[in-house]
């Protein structure tokens, strides 16, 4: 998603570091390159099975708490970002930043392997390891009669705060990690950049590639310990490869946050406001013949609560900055839209590989088995033999999408529309990709919808599933007898939305963007897409008890109660109406979004054609703007 692509092509500097060595340029590139390929893996390895692993032995965590975790993992993740980038910027420093976040990282990724290193010989009550740090373990049969909350889980302080401190590592080398690698190629021509930042690009989906595919194999058919000391070495090369690389890097000073700025103008502007309002009130106590006196001259234009602090109301900041703020106010309206995208976009790596867990991975398994009155818990003990197909191998269909058509919709596509005069604006790419979004979980959700009724196949005995056991582990999942293939499609329409939404975000936040403004956009855009993580934990929280169930011990199949088989249920786990429900509320979005892009007329200064002439145009009128405010100061200076 978000990272896994070119987001900072276009990135420049307010003043250009000399060219250094051909040779040191050259060091320089390639060690960040292989540094971001190494902890993308690492990253990649930890949330692309973070369900499963669980979900499954020794944890044992209901299917939907799992979910829930995930979610907050991913969201913390990303809106720390933001708070890396401030770090950054106005405490240490990107290289020193850097290397905290990878002490950080490191802590709490050797935790992983540390926990699951009995994981591969024996099952939960047999853990002594776990135990010892834990206290009692629930197995698979105590769950059947256990209620219990997300916190109560099998040793959930742990996990949470693992994660945590994985997710504070993450999220701060995601920050910086891209705009330090930008510093180096500074300089160095337009050229240079673009052939680094493509490679950038090409880095991130390599690790992500073999994270996915490796990786996810050795957790799901051999080990977690095994994947997750794989992994753990990664992580540690890369941070001795991005160490090792220090003699050749360009170290740009920091330059403090502009956030002091945007807080200094919002503060003067209601500062100013409030004596506005009070001398307002003074006014009309005045005759009119005071309207003569300068003090309380009427204004020919009202201005605007941030205008209060420009110059020429009296204020104490010039008009760009001013500016400035209104042109990031209106990109934060435009990143709130998009907080339904990313709840659809986080399903990738929760609901949707817990959907297919509970579908047909092991094609040569034909055997099914029918159970009627019982509670449906997911776990049995009967095991079998090892599937084939990693439920998250699938996401590797939405990087396989992004790859190819990200290349011929920038080199084919776009270019050919545009010499037809036909060219697609960044605000109806975003569209697009939104529809394509709202099709992918509308997917989802007729295949959840043909899922359970493989389970439930017989209406009249609606206690009675039919389900085929596939062995994860030491776990048991209880599938519809149904192709994990069906999913496909879901999977590739995320990943054609992303070609749309995800990078038309990005250029359209660095195309508005204010030059003073690029580092702390991408910040705020994390941000976001964290939030939309958040939002999707808050949404399945939403619908606890009414699609979800304390009672259905994280079985995605339940029926409650199904202790008789005349009596018909009363209740029913429903993940298709979850995956409607998102549907419909991105389908809303999109025509919030368009309307607010009407409101602002995104448009009209997102036109992708005659760029330099609307580069002069803007500043012409920024030089304008800067003579009126240096004529608004030297009056009131008279004045007084």
């Given at each position: ?354 959907q297919g867990l509970h579908m047909k991975l092991d094609m040569s398994n034909t055997e099914t088995y029918t159970f009627c009155n019982h509670n449906y818990s997911s776990f049995t003990t009967q095991l079998t033999s090892k599937n084939t ?133 991408m910040g705020f855009f994390y941000l976001f897409t964290g939030i939309g993580s958040l939002l999707g934990t808050g949404t399945m929280f939403a619908f606890k008890g009414t699609w979800f169930f304390q009672e259905d011990f994280g079985n ?85």
């Open positions: 998603m978000d990272e896994r692509r070119s987001l900072l092509g276009h990135r420049r500097g307010e003043s250009e570091p000399k060219p250094g060595n051909a040779r040191k340029v050259k060091v320089a590139q390639g060690a960040i390159l292989l540094t971001v390929a190494l902890e993308r893996l690492a990253f990649y390895s930890l949330t692309g099975n973070l369900v499963l692993f669980l979900n499954r032995d020794p944890f044992i965590w209901k299917s939907y708490n799992a979910l829930y975790c995930t979610f907050v993992f991913l969201g913390i993740s990303y809106v720390l970002s933001f708070v890396g980038g401030i770090i950054a910027d106005t405490l240490l420093g990107k290289f020193k930043t850097l290397l905290f976040a990878f002490v950080i990282y490191l802590v709490g990724y050797i935790f992983l392997p540390v926990v699951t290193y009995e994981d591969n010989t024996v099952s939960a009550e047999n853990n002594t390891f776990l135990q010892a740090i834990c206290g009692k373990f629930r197995n698979s049969e105590d769950q059947q009669n256990d209620k219990r909350s997300l916190i109560e889980e099998n040793c959930a302080a742990l996990i949470f705060g693992i994660l945590t401190i994985i997710s504070v590592g993450s999220g701060i080398f995601r920050s910086v990690i891209a705009p330090f690698g930008a510093d180096q190629v500074r300089g160095e021509g337009p050229q240079t950049s673009l052939a680094f930042f493509n490679w950038y690009y090409w880095s991130i989906n390599l690790g992500t590639l073999v994270a996915l595919s490796v990786v996810t194999y050795i957790q799901q058919d051999y080990s977690f310990f095994y994947g997750f000391l794989s992994s753990n070495i990664c992580l540690g090369l890369s941070c001795l490869v991005f160490i090792t690389g220090c003699w050749t890097y360009i170290y740009v000073p920091k330059t403090g946050s502009i956030l002091t700025n945007i807080f200094k103008i919002f503060f003067e502007s209601c500062q100013r406001r409030r004596m506005h309002r009070h001398r307002e009130n003074n006014v009309e106590h005045i005759s009119a013949d005071a309207s003569d006196i300068p003090e309380f001259r009427v204004t020919e234009s009202s201005p605007s609560f941030l205008d209060r602090a420009k110059y020429r109301f009296g204020g104490s900041f010039h008009e760009t900055a001013v500016e400035d703020v209104k042109q990031l106010l209106k990109i934060l309206c435009v990143f709130m839209t998009l907080l339904p995208y990313w709840m659809v976009y986080f399903q990738m790596q929760t609901t949707f590989e817990l197909l990693v439920a998250a191998w699938f996401t590797l269909f939405d990087v396989i999408f992004l790859i190819l058509l990200l290349p011929l919709f920038d080199r084919v596509i776009y270019p050919y529309l545009k010499k037809r005069d036909r060219p697609v604006g960044i605000v109806c790419r975003i569209s697009i990709g939104m529809m394509f979004a709202t099709a992918a979980v509308m997917v989802a959700g007729v295949v959840e919808l043909f899922r359970l009724k493989q389970v439930w196949p017989d209406e009249d005995k609606q206690c009675c599933s039919t389900t085929i056991n596939q062995t994860i582990g030491h776990t048991v999942y209880r599938a519809a007898d149904m192709s994990v293939f069906w999913q496909i499609p879901q999977y590739a329409l995320i990943g054609i939305s992303e070609v749309f939404t995800s990078v038309a975000a990005l250029e359209f936040a660095y195309q508005m963007a204010p030059k003073s403004m690029k580092g702390i956009i995605i199949n339940c029926r409650i109660p199904c202790t008789d088989e005349k009596r018909k249920f009363e209740h029913a786990c429903h993940l298709d109406y979850y995956f409607f429900f998102l549907a419909g509320l991105e389908f809303l979005g999109m025509f919030v979004f368009i309307s607010i892009a009407k409101r602002l007329r995104l448009s009209q200064h997102l036109v992708p054609v005659s760029k330099t002439s609307t580069l002069n145009n803007v500043t012409e009128k920024t030089f304008a703007k800067e003579r009126e405010d240096l004529s608004h100061s030297a009056s009131r200076r008279v004045n007084s």
